[in-house]
Nanobody, 115 residues
Framework: QVQLVESGGGLVQTGGSLRLSCVVSGTIFSFNVMGWYRQAPGKQRELVARITSGGSTNYADSVKGRFTISRDNTKNMVTLQMNSLKPEDTAVYYC?????????WGQGTQVTISS
């Protein structure tokens, strides 16, 4: 059974940093796209950043220059380094792994930025 296990969320002050990690277990299959989404209270889930198996990346405009996504294909792991955090970054962050018709989500990790 494929599982995405996230870690690294927490509470930091404005301007601080956090590093989120997500490990895919239950398969040795390498997903074409892995990424991070977030959902704030009362809002829809939105893309934060994603990365292909070849290393191409996409970022939401709101996080460009502050967040960096990376992956280790040998470990089936994706990481999101978040710097210069703002209160509006507060949300539950979800890891996603996708390949054509296969789409998996992690359970989510809470990120809270205090002002």
């Amino acid at each position: 059974q494929v599982q995405l296990v996230e870690s690294g969320g927490g509470l930091v002050q404005t301007g601080g940093s956090l590093r989120l990690s997500c490990v895919v277990s239950g398969t040795i299959f390498s997903f074409n796209v892995m990424g991070w989404y977030r959902q704030a209270p009362g809002k829809q889930r939105e893309l934060v950043a994603r990365i292909t198996s070849g290393g191409s990346t996409n970022y939401a405009d709101s996080v460009k220059g502050r967040f960096t996504i990376s992956r280790d294909n040998t470990k089936n792991m994706v990481t999101l380094q978040m710097n210069s955090l703002k209160p509006e970054d507060t949300a539950v962050y979800y890891c996603n792994a996708n390949h054509v018709l296969l789409n998996y989500w992690g359970q989510g990790t809470q990120v809270t930025i205090s002002s």
